[in-house]
């Protein structure tokens, strides 16, 4: 997935906002609070994204994906896909479909309600 790539199937998700932070890093937020990072990657694009305490287990030691630097060590769980062979695009999606679930489920009620999220 290139950041183009990323960036429109993040726009797609309901009531999203993006910022460009942390050091031009492509960041998406749902209600205020980040949901996917495109960027921070050594070679070629990186995403983070938040998980279950499932998914962040099955995913952690896979080739391409890590714990998140700056989260993980904080105790959240967020993975970084970082490096090939990493995500086949369609599950990649399938990740940052459901950190904007986990992300907008966070929110207050009110909050959820206002934004339009089930």
Known sequence: MTYDEFNAYCG???ATTYVVQWRGSHVWKVGGKVFAIGGWANEGPGF?????ELS????KD????RPAPYFASRGM???QHYAEPGLPDD????????SHRIVGLGLSKKKQKALGLG
């Open 12 to 14: 797609a998700l309901p």
């Open 48 to 52: 983070t994204f938040k998980t279950t």
């Open 56 to 59: 962040f287990e099955i995913l």
């Open 62 to 65: 896979q080739p391409g994906l």
């Open 77 to 79: 769980k967020w993975i």
């Open 91 to 98: 599950d990649l999606g399938h990740y940052l479909q459901e």
